[in-house]
């Protein structure tokens, strides 16, 4: 596609339950980030993937957050056991290399009841 | 660590008119990347401009200009020629060279009006 198309667009879980968010990159590009945006907040950084390797994930804010990107274009985000403090909007990134600019997908509107 | 401090949470400025958005950051590095998002109620940051630390030339595209102050730790976004679709979050945002998290300030809200 044209650009990073993020999906769901809005995910409403209850809290316990474990979700996953779904990041689709511009074809061809290397890095893909994912940040975690609060309310009212700028976003922040949770990880970082070389193709498939994730290569840092010094933002992830518990063990319960896990990143995948298996086949080096296509990464999940995975939630488990969910909180109220993890309701925030996820947004997803890619570049081509790790110094480009970052592209930004829509994001997803996660609330935890 | 690194810190980007955006100390006007909102600005509106008259369509047609000049604004200056305001950003300070914090660091011992020499060798870095600044940037101006732009993200409207759809949610998508887009790029608005990006500076490299070691060009002491300012950048610019189109109505947006910065007044990078190296030594002074600023980098500051001038929007000429205010449109009403330029009404959004303005977020300023740091990423150390060769690294892969970039720092996000708390923005500012910019309205447009007519």
């Known amino acids: 596609g044209a650009g990073v198309s993020q999906s769901p667009r809005y995910k409403v879980a209850k809290r316990g339950q474990d979700v996953a968010l779904r990041c689709d990159p511009i074809?061809?590009?290397?890095?893909l980030f994912w940040y975690q945006q609060a309310l009212g907040q700028g976003p922040e950084f949770l990880t970082y993937?070389?193709?498939?390797?994730?290569?840092?994930k010094s933002g992830l804010p518990s063990d319960r957050f896990f990143a995948e990107r298996p086949e080096g274009s296509v990464s999940t985000l995975k939630i488990q056991r969910t909180q109220q403090e993890d309701s925030a909007v996820y947004l997803c990134?890619?570049?081509?290399?790790?110094?480009?600019?970052?592209?930004f997908g829509d994001g997803t509107r996660l609330s935890i009841l | 660590a690194q810190t980007v401090t955006q100390s006007q949470p909102e600005m509106s400025v008259q369509e047609a008119e000049t604004v200056t958005l305001s950003c300070t950051y914090d660091t011992s590095e020499n060798n870095y990347y600044l940037f101006w998002y732009k993200q409207p109620p759809s949610r998508q940051m887009i790029l608005v401009i990006r500076q490299e630390a070691y060009k002491q030339q300012n950048a610019t595209e189109n109505r947006f200009s910065v007044n990078f102050q190296k030594a002074a730790k600023s980098f500051s976004l001038k929007i000429s020629d205010s449109q009403l679709g330029d009404t959004a979050m303005y977020f300023c945002a740091f990423m150390k060279h060769e690294m892969n998290d970039m720092r996000f300030g708390a923005g500012t809200r910019l309205t447009v009006k007519p």
């Open positions: 074809s061809g590009h290397v890095s």
């Open positions: 990134a890619s570049s081509q290399y790790r110094d480009q600019p970052q592209h």
């Open positions: 993937f070389q193709n498939e390797a994730q290569l840092d």
